[in-house]
């Protein structure tokens, strides 16, 4: 296994803990060593709960770690520059309420000291506030999982606290309820359709801002509209009998690094790249690329050099360098990480258009992957077709994606994208239309194309691995689908452990042989493994955590992912993630050392 | 393929939204802030939209005009709340401060016809 040594010693925990000693050093607080347990009302030990922290100094903005079988938990690394009476935890447990902290602070001798935090967990049948969106889906048949999720959940989670409240407002009204319902919610998707017309007319300068009469009927509101009346009822602030539907993925070494990025932002998604490391989250909302500094938290923006590029929002890493898919205007920009230079590409169609560049090819290590001739192929989602470039020569052009009988002609969305490893055959997926298909990069004709019963099933963003089996993730249907390339068949089609998650993507783990599935929906990663065929739960210590895509550190195995909500009415986290899954057994020697457990308790 | 087509393909595609254009406004433009904080969504001046147009609003509540008034509205714009004009609750406008509603109540209060 190939590691490199200085990337691990500059690892985010060592990092923060120099950074911290020096503040320590700076302003006379003692260095505080955090630890504890979690217990529930009867003093029993909790396990796999999760325990957040704010250290409020350089870094991450929030740290989580779970407690062990024995439901203890010890913080990695030490909080300085801040007095151990302020340092405080939230503990979050599934079917648990949080309801005290007990606090002891002792002198450790060599003038620091340990805090000592141990939260009370009373039952709670009610898991609002715990259990994802998700969970209020639990009870739709699967039809009605997969029309919500397609229709609502591409944008935020469905319901979010927002959408929640707005429940409560019907419900708290006179009258018949259900017609109350049925008024209601039409007007809400007219409202969300209002706020998606203006995002995209946004980035074009050809487009005014929309006419709100004009784009309520985007959306279908009707249908739509019926099914949150019949999906959203009653008051929405309590909801029981929620399970993740696996075992935990997370065991005491698990670490979760929440970097904050400052608003406003719609960080849309992570990578972390560089020596020493660097998290490049992409900005959506804006033109640029904000880089945090693992250590410190500090961000750069790296501005993307021309007006017209809008909206980054796929990041694919390449040979010390960033890749970047703007959403508007058809460009392709490259960030060079040594010298933080660009450079920019305008890409188009054969016939003059403007291509709609969505994903690019990649391998199994999720680095950009050209085909055999060096060119970059990429999925153009408005013109439903892939497309390639060749940085080198400048050279591009466009291949439609042939229409599928019975489908739908428009509307086919075409997604995720990768390449396999003779680097002549690309695969691609159709998101609205339930389609993925492959591409011959070298006869540059179509080939294979699997089309799926349920039109909802939503084939999001494609992963690889070196043997050539393909991971699609079904967005709506909440299901993985493993596919042998080669033989041109599928091998399996896994139900996730919650149908309602919105598997957004699929990443293909080289170092541990696993799939990581982020989801929208469940405030969850799931890991599949394939040689078992068993799904295990890594759950994100936040409501609103609606991932889209998630990269494994080449060089560490670190998991790195963010938040990407969009939706600026409904409000949500706006991070970037580091994530330690803990499993250094696993990695048997890659991962970074951690603190041992401390003497006594 | 024209810019419409392109847009309602996006749409279909579901795959962003609003992440905040228009932030910025000259300092007393009330109704560049209406905008700015997408009341425009579903209000106008004259006509109905998703809500009551802007002169229904103020014809409605001609009759009593005071400081509570203002401070009620604003307090419902903030927080959301139905029953006034039907079984529809305007959502939660949460990204308003107060103070940006009150100005924004008082503007709307001054659209009487005749005004």
């Known amino acids: 296994m190939r590691i490199n040594r200085y990337l691990l010693s500059s690892l985010p925990a060592t990092a923060a803990a120099l950074v911290a000693a020096l503040a320590a050093a700076q302003n006379g607080f003692a260095e505080v060593m955090v630890d504890g347990a979690a217990l529930d009302l009867g003093g029993t030990p909790l396990a796999a709960t999760q325990i957040s922290l704010q250290p409020g100094i350089a870094g991450p903005s929030t740290i989580t770690i779970f407690t062990g079988d024995d439901g203890h938990y010890l913080l990695p690394g030490t909080i300085a520059g801040r007095a151990a009476a302020d340092i405080n935890i939230r503990a979050v447990k599934l079917g648990y309420e949080h309801v005290d902290t007990l606090r002891s602070i002792t002198d450790t001798g060599d003038g620091n000291q340990r805090l000592t935090l141990t939260a009370v967990m009373r039952r709670s049948a009610n898991q609002a506030g715990v259990a994802p969106a998700s969970a209020w889906l639990k009870d739709l048949s699967l039809a009605d999982q997969a029309q919500v999720v397609m229709a609502c959940v591409g944008c935020h989670q469905l319901p979010a606290p927002e959408v929640r409240r707005y429940a409560n407002l019907i419900a708290d009204l006179p009258g018949d309820a259900a017609a109350n319902r049925a008024a209601a919610w039409p007007m809400i998707v007219n409202y969300m359709n209002f706020l998606s017309a203006e995002e995209f007319s946004r980035g074009n300068p050809h487009n005014p801002s929309p006419e709100p009469d004009r784009v309520y009927s985007g959306g279908q509101a009707e249908v739509n509209g019926a099914l949150l009346a019949r999906t959203l009822t009653g008051r929405m602030d309590y909801v029981a009998g929620y399970d993740y539907g696996a075992p935990l ?4 070494h698990t670490v979760i690094r929440e970097f904050e990025v400052a608003r406003p932002n719609a960080i849309r998604e992570a990578v972390m790249m560089g020596t020493p490391p660097r998290l490049w989250a992409a900005d959506v909302s804006s033109n640029r690329i904000v880089s945090i500094d693992v250590a410190t ?5 790296f501005e993307v050099p021309t007006e017209l590029a809008m909206g980054p929002h796929t990041l694919v890493p390449g040979e010390n360098a960033l890749w970047v898919a703007a959403f508007f205007n058809g460009y392709i920009a490259r960030l060079d990480i040594p010298t ?3 450079q920019t590409w305008q890409l188009h169609t054969n016939s003059g258009g403007e291509a709609g560049v969505h994903d690019l090819t990649f391998g199994p290590e999720h680095q950009l992957l050209a085909d055999y001739r060096g060119r970059i192929w990429y999925s153009d989602i408005v013109n439903n077709a892939v497309g390639f470039f060749d940085p080198a020569s400048g050279e591009m052009g466009t291949y439609p994606i042939p229409e599928i009988e019975g489908r739908p002609g428009s509307g086919a969305s075409v997604y995720g994208i990768v390449m396999t490893s003779d680097r002549k055959h690309i695969w691609f997926s159709q998101l609205g239309i339930a ?3 492959s591409f011959n990069t070298e006869t540059l004709k179509f080939e294979q194309r699997e089309v799926l019963d349920n039109l909802k099933a939503g084939p999001r963003r494609l992963a690889i691995t070196e043997d050539d089996i393909l991971y699609v993730p079904l967005y709506g249907a909440g299901q993985l689908i493993a596919y042998d390339t080669k033989a041109r068949r599928t091998i399996a089609v896994h139900d996730l452990p919650d149908r309602a998650s919105a598997p957004y993507a699929v990443t293909w783990d080289p170092l541990r042989k696993v799939v990581w599935i982020p989801t929208s929906n469940a405030n969850a990663i799931y890991r599949f493994d394939p040689a078992t065929k068993d799904f295990s739960v890594l759950p994100l210590p936040r409501e609103g955590a609606f991932l889209r895509m998630l990269q494994v550190h080449p060089q560490t195995g670190l998991l790195v992912t963010s938040y990407a909500n969009i939706v600026e009415t409904v409000h949500g986290p706006r991070m970037a993630l580091i994530i330690d899954p803990g499993d250094q057994d696993v990695l048997a020697g890659t991962m970074p050392t951690r603190h041992t457990a401390i003497n006594g308790n | 393929m024209s810019s419409g087509s392109t847009l309602k393909l996006l749409l279909l595609a579901g795959i962003t939204v609003a992440a905040g254009a228009s932030r910025v406004m000259a300092a007393d433009d009330t109704e560049a802030l209406l905008t700015a904080r997408k009341c425009h969504a579903c209000h ?7 809500g009551p147009s802007y002169v229904a609003i103020a014809a409605k509540h ?13 307090r419902k714009i903030v927080a959301g709340g139905g029953g006034a004009w039907g079984n529809v609750p305007m959502v939660p406008n949460d990204h308003v401060s107060l103070d940006e509603a009150r100005r924004m109540t008082r503007w709307i209060l001054e659209r009487r016809p005749g005004n």
């Open chain 2, 62 to 74: 001609s009759v009593m005009r005071s400081d509570a008034l203002v401070e009620v509205l604003s």
């Open chain 1, 340 to 342: 933080g230079k660009w």
């Open chain 1, 249 to 252: 993925a997370v065991n005491e």
């Open chain 1, 297 to 301: 938290g500090v961000t750069t923006d």
């Open chain 1, 435 to 437: 389609s993925f298909g």
């Open chain 2, 44 to 50: 106008a001046v004259s006509e109905n939209r998703l």
